[in-house]
């Protein structure tokens, strides 16, 4: 069956980075589309964008474009996401998703920024 | 960019009855419209997809239509396993999620 299984918590300062990852297994890794989606504590989902599994071609929305970078390790069917610059705002669960139309989710992973 | 206002953003019903929640967008979407439910602590559940088809393994107490800019998603008998936040998504031009909706028991 398909599964995407991100990695765990990270509890960061302000200022610093983290890199999030998500293992795909049950499939061709470069048949779907990786998409990414923030949801802030008590708060609704936002699309962060998503990064083409086949090119490895990343499209940010544009609240996104900066400090976030897609990146893949195909070779280990695995999706990165690296936030650079952490601010307090960025304290979230991050959610990996794949297929076209977002079907298959991660577990999320909860990034706290914290001085 | 593609905006979707969902409504209502709670709602409050008793076991068994139908609810409506509904997703406008600011243009149209040619039907490329997805529904997901989200429990607490977990991640998003695809129910339906191109506005009306369910997903494998959604009950057929779901169901959605809607055409143009609007759209919406119905539970009929709702349950007590649907309590939950549904949330709309559009995936026409690039892809936007609504707001949500809070499903309470009344």
């Known amino acids: 069956q398909i599964q995407l299984v991100q990695s765990g918590p990270e509890l960061k300062k302000p200022g610093e980075s983290v890199k999030i990852s998500c293992k795909a297994s049950?499939?061709?890794?470069?048949?779907?589309?990786m998409h990414w989606v923030k949801q802030a504590p008590g708060k609704g989902l936002k699309w962060m964008g998503w990064?083409?599994?086949?090119?490895?071609?990343?499209t940010y929305a544009d609240d996104f474009k900066g400090r976030f970078v897609f990146s893949l390790e195909a070779s280990a069917s695995t999706a990165n996401l690296q936030i650079s610059n952490l601010k307090n705002e960025d304290t979230a669960t991050y959610f990996c998703?794949?297929?076209?139309?977002?079907?298959?989710w991660g577990q999320g992973v909860m990034v706290t920024v914290s001085s | 960019d593609i905006q979707m206002t969902q409504s209502p953003p709670s709602l409050s019903a008793s076991l068994g009855d139908k609810v409506t929640i509904t997703c406008q967008a600011s243009?149209?979407?040619?039907?490329?419209i997805a529904w997901y439910q989200q429990k607490p602590g977990k991640a998003p559940r695809q129910l339906i997809r191109?506005?009306?088809t369910l997903v494998s393994g959604t009950p057929s107490r779901f169901s959605g239509s809607g055409s143009g800019r609007d759209y919406s998603f119905s539970i009929s008998n709702v349950e007590s396993e649907d309590i939950a936040s549904y949330y709309c998504l559009q995936y026409d031009n690039l892809y936007t999620f609504g707001a949500g909706t809070k499903l309470e028991l009344k």
């Open positions: 243009q149209n979407i040619n039907k490329y």
């Open positions: 990064i083409n599994t086949y090119t490895g071609k990343p």
């Open positions: 998703a794949s297929e076209g139309v977002l079907l298959y």
């Open positions: 049950g499939y061709t890794f470069t048949d779907y589309a």
């Open positions: 191109y506005t009306s």
